[in-house]
């Protein structure tokens, strides 16, 4: 049978959820080393893309990093510079059978066919929420398919 805590006992220590062994009063519950009582960290005190994160050990202006990210994507960039260097390899032939530049002809390939793969299941999405609209939403498909 369990005793009632002494008067002493809960004047001096509060309990904490049944906890049987009392603390002092900091008003901290004690850890045991599971988990710091404090924790002061910045987080992300950069910015991130993706799982990239953007600060001054990384980057020499991470402001104006951000300024252009913010305007032309890192996929939008890398897509035209990918683009400028398939025009460049076109018109210079002799290249064309190097290792390095196949292999980068093979990784241009396979970004066109991700992008196909992922533009066709867009559109199957597209063509799914606007099957469910006209059906659930008459005025609404009315609108969206009327007069401009």
Do not use: C
Request: charged share 15%.
């Amino acid at each position: 049978m369990n005793a009632a805590p002494s008067a002493s006992a809960s004047a001096s220590a509060p309990s904490f959820a049944g906890w049987p062994w009392p603390w002092p009063l900091t008003g901290q519950v004690p850890s045991f080393g599971f988990a710091p009582t404090q924790l002061q960290q910045p987080i992300n005190p950069g910015w991130t893309f993706g799982n990239v994160v953007v600060n001054s050990a990384n980057s020499s202006a991470p402001a104006v990093e951000q300024a252009v990210v913010s305007h032309h994507s890192y996929g939008r960039q890398i897509g035209r510079l990918t683009a400028a260097l398939e025009a460049l390899v076109q018109a210079w032939p002799e290249v064309q059978q190097q290792p390095p530049v196949q292999d980068f002809l093979a990784l241009a390939d396979d970004i066109r066919r991700l992008k196909q793969a992922s533009r066709s299941q867009r559109l199957a999405g597209l063509r799914d929420e606007l099957a469910a609209l006209k059906s659930t939403d008459p005025a609404a498909w009315a609108e969206l398919v009327g007069p401009p």
